[in-house]
């Protein structure tokens, strides 16, 4: 299934950090919001964050679905994003 999910994302843009989102990073890290072992789900909310997307859909409830990362990314900025599963992106 991994190899069928990396061969879907082939082609698709890879957005580049920014410094705001490098600094909201280590803020969801160093605050515990997000635990440091999960450094690329809070990378991944931040650059969604940062470069302004209105949605981030994900699986990944364990880590990234936190109400103290919309107050984190009001603190630094950028507006967060909808956090949801597919399932619930359909039925916004």
Do not use: Y
């Amino acid at each position: 299934m991994a190899a069928a999910r990396i061969a879907i994302l082939r082609g698709v843009r890879v957005l580049p950090g920014t410094p705001l989102a490098n600094q909201l990073t280590k803020h969801l890290l160093a605050s515990g919001i997000i635990p440091e072992v999960a450094v690329d789900d809070a990378a991944h909310v931040v650059l969604a964050a940062a470069r302004g997307m209105d949605f981030l859909r994900t699986w990944n409830c364990t880590h990234i679905n936190s109400r103290g990362i919309e107050r984190a990314c009001a603190d630094f900025g950028p507006e967060c994003p909808v956090i949801c599963t597919p399932t619930e992106l359909l039925k916004l």
